[in-house]
């Protein structure tokens, strides 16, 4: 009876443990010759990173890169450039509202799959440089972050429908180029790569997509993750590189080239804490701007972000700047609300690490050295029933202010806060155990 209590009221935390089985059936394979970052920790601790798509076809309000030759003509889509001002664009605001929001990196479009890039390229004339606004917005961003405090990352797509040499084009890849050459393209590639490497300082991550077109190999992939590295021994790499990731749950084939971690899209992944990964997530529905495009509530990317640090894994929430430059004001806002939520809760998210036990329906958990955070989302009455932990609870308290009561019996850990003292987005229950929260087993 009492068993099936328990079922009802925490599906999902009964499989918790310290290490997902589908995470260690899948160490992804030997990247290369090249060895990995020496470390991750920044990256990892960090949690909370800004997702910057932007370019000319923000004055269109469609969709970058997949509207080319869809919602919006081939030639028409091409030609945005000249009209392409943004007279509001400040980067240094576009870096403050991201730290504001208790964001710790910041990855920016320098080129999507419509091929226009965001700094002057010596190597096509498609390029910002060549606009109304003439200005190189990857410097100027790089620049604004490191000045913030924010870690500037470079998004890259490695597949161009407008480029003559890349095989596919518009719309979305589905047709063919007659004189496309994949060598010369490659070598434009990895030119465009050096240039951005060698530029604009040490980048944090290099955030690659467009990788699952048929013309590129997993050998191009490690030859690529090989100049990176070799550019800048720390940055690190997303499994965009190769061709191993699996579909949009973004974990990687096992035995595939993986990269560095794992990058489930538009969905939070599941609990891995045997290998890095990152959701990446539009803050409304479409990734460049979109007038009226429909926002996330509070609630929604608050959630989001906690269920990510609860399964071990990182969030990189998206905003598509405005065609002047400026980040819509009630996004910006959500933002900041974000970054309120977490000038009180940070603690149980910024350098944790996910669980003990796994994310479900009631909500979420985090830890660090002899502290547990338990993110309760939905009571499922007056308490809430938790799988055992192998230590003690020295003392429960809520994170900003409240009471808690954490009681060990033989059915599971027993939590309670009085109605009154819930919070409406996550009550976050802070378990002081007596000894290291690391290794925790929850059965
Ligand atoms: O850069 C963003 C997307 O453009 C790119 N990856 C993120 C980070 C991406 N690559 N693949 N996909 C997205 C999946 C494609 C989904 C699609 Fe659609 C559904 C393409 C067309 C319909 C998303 C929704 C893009 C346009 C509408």
Not at 331 to 354: C, F, K, N, P
């Amino acid at each position: 009876m009492r068993r099936r209590s328990l079922l009802r009221l925490v599906p999902g935390a009964l499989a918790a443990g310290s290490l997902d089985g589908r995470a260690a059936a899948g160490p992804a394979g030997p990247a290369t010759d090249v060895p990995p970052p020496a470390d991750l920790s920044w990256w990892r601790e960090a949690r909370f990173g800004l997702f910057v798509h932007w370019g000319p076809v923000s004055l269109r309000g469609t969709e970058i890169g997949w509207s080319r030759g869809a919602q919006v003509p081939v030639e028409e889509y091409d030609g945005l450039w000249r009209q392409f001002a943004a007279k509001e664009f400040d980067p240094r605001a576009w870096a403050r509202l991201a730290r504001d929001a208790g964001m710790r990196y910041l990855v920016l479009t320098t080129k999507h799959h419509d091929g226009f890039c965001l700094w002057p390229s010596r190597l096509t004339d498609y390029h910002v440089g060549n606009t109304p606004l003439g200005r190189d917005v990857v410097g100027e961003l790089a620049a604004a972050c490191r000045a913030e405090g924010v870690v500037f990352c470079a998004y890259h797509s490695i597949l161009d429908w407008r480029h003559p040499d890349y095989p596919l084009g518009s719309p979305g890849g589905k047709t063919k180029k007659a004189a496309a050459d994949m060598d010369r393209y490659v070598a434009y590639l990895e030119g465009q790569l050096t240039e951005l490497l060698t530029r604009y300082g040490p980048l944090g991550v290099l955030w690659f997509d467009g990788e699952w077109e048929e013309p590129w190999t997993e050998e191009h992939g490690k030859r690529l993750y090989r100049l990176c590295r070799s550019r800048q021994p720390s940055v690190i790499v997303n499994n965009r590189v190769g061709k191993g990731r699996q579909d949009m749950a973004g974990t990687t084939a096992a035995g595939a080239f993986a990269g560095d971690y794992d990058t489930p899209e538009q969905r939070v992944g599941r609990y891995q804490d045997a290998r890095p990964w990152e959701s990446c997530i539009t803050i409304c529905e479409q990734w460049a701007w979109k007038p009226d495009d429909p926002m996330k509530p509070l609630a929604e990317c608050v959630r989001t972000l906690v269920t990510c640090a609860g399964g071990d894994g990182n969030l990189l929430l998206n905003v598509g700047p405005m065609p002047d430059g400026e980040i819509e004001p009630r996004q910006a806002a959500r933002l900041r609300e974000i970054g309120g939520w977490l000038r009180t809760h940070g603690e149980s998210v910024h350098g944790t690490r996910g669980g003990p036990w796994k994310p479900g329906p009631w909500g979420a958990s985090t830890r660090r050295g002899e502290a547990v955070y338990v993110h309760v989302f939905d009571w499922p009455g007056e308490l809430l029933v938790l799988p055992s932990i192998e230590r003690r609870v020295l003392e429960a308290t809520v994170l900003g202010g409240g009471r808690a009561e954490a009681r060990a019996t033989p059915g599971g850990l027993e939590l309670r806060v009085a109605p009154g003292e819930r919070r409406a987005i996550d009550t976050v229950v802070r378990l002081r155990l007596d000894g290291p929260a690391d290794r925790l087993v929850a059965r």
